[in-house]
């Protein structure tokens, strides 16, 4: 598969999902400021203990695919103007990125406020990515610009985060478990060894977690790794966690295997149903028509004289 498809998995919800949570998107941008000027700045420039997310964020393709999130911040000054935050995953090399965080700025980064001059927002839209290769979609956007035009080309600022140069030391003295682990999955979704390594670090800290947040982090790792590892890794995770309790397991590659199977069985089991509900229809049909007589309707469809009168 290739990286723009690789970019647009429904694995991506699993971002939208642990960083829609305000306190865990504070920890990211402070997480992401040690390594990112322009991060560092933007945090530096606002009040993030103002954080807001935006109801109800545009998304070309609902909350399955891209993991496009919106917010409101004040500035740090006091003054009483806002400022927008965008962030946008990426999991793969998209060459249309800029162009659709243009469009969702557009339509989100607004104050319905008909005494404003001018109702949108100054944004910083932040790209977070954890794909493979090395790459960047803004490294050279203003190769060729005069210094007049440097920071003008966009119509917001923007900055890129690869999610891998992010220290494992930070993850580990994160105070929030489900960001630090959330952020370790993704730098190494591509690396069972250091899946391996690196995230059973997290079971004391998942001990000391309410059992109903323990298990939805673990939960959630798991449906989001399976699309980069097999279930063998899986089930080594799954081992990796036994210690803390089979109520904080993970979803074990077996117990994977077994939902599928359910799930294949329920899907049949409804459309036999539904086919053998089709044919006693037909039947009645038929005998009330005069196509075939009653008789002949129980000797060719195998269904009672009751069961075809609705007896």
């Known amino acids: 598969m290739d990286d723009k498809n690789t970019s647009k998995r429904k694995h991506d919800s699993f971002f939208r999902w642990l960083f829609a949570d305000v306190d865990r998107l504070r920890q990211l941008l402070e997480l992401s400021a040690k390594v990112n000027r322009d991060v560092s700045e933007f945090i530096d420039a606002v009040n993030l203990d103002t954080l807001v997310r935006i109801p109800d964020s545009y998304s070309e393709v609902d909350d399955t695919g891209e993991a ?29 990125t800029l162009n659709q965080v243009a469009r969702y700025v557009r339509t989100l980064m607004k104050r319905y406020d008909r005494n404003r001059i001018f109702d949108g927002l100054p944004t910083m839209a932040i790209i977070f990515y954890n794909g493979k290769a090395n790459w960047s979609p803004i490294s050279h956007l203003e190769d060729g610009y005069p210094e007049f035009f440097r920071r003008a080309v966009l119509p917001f600022r923007c900055a890129f985060v690869n999610m891998a140069d992010i220290p494992d030391s930070d993850c580990f003295a994160c105070e929030d478990t489900a960001t630090a682990m959330g952020i370790v999955a993704m730098k190494y979704a591509y690396d069972k060894d250091k899946l391996l390594e690196l995230l059973p670090r997290f079971k004391e800290s998942l001990r000391k977690m309410p059992h109903k947040e323990a298990t939805c982090i673990l939960e959630k790792i798991s449906v989001y790794l399976k699309e ?16 803390i309790g089979q109520k904080y397991g993970f979803v074990s590659a077996g117990d994977e295997f077994r939902r599928e199977l359910a799930d294949a069985r329920a899907k049949a089991e409804e459309e036999r149903q539904k086919a053998e509900a089709e044919k006693l229809e037909t039947a009645r049909k038929m005998v009330a028509d005069g196509a075939i007589s009653l008789e002949n309707a ?5 269904y009672s004289k009751e069961q075809i009168l609705g007896k």
């Open 68 to 96: 496009d999130l919106a917010f409101r911040v004040n500035v740090s000054t006091g003054a009483p103007v806002l400022v927008g935050i965008l962030v946008e995953h990426k999991s793969g090399q998209d060459p249309d």
């Open 228 to 243: 980069y590892i097999g279930r063998d890794t899986l089930k080594e995770l799954d081992m990796a966690f036994v210690s």
């Open 298 to 302: 129980v000797s060719y469809f195998g």
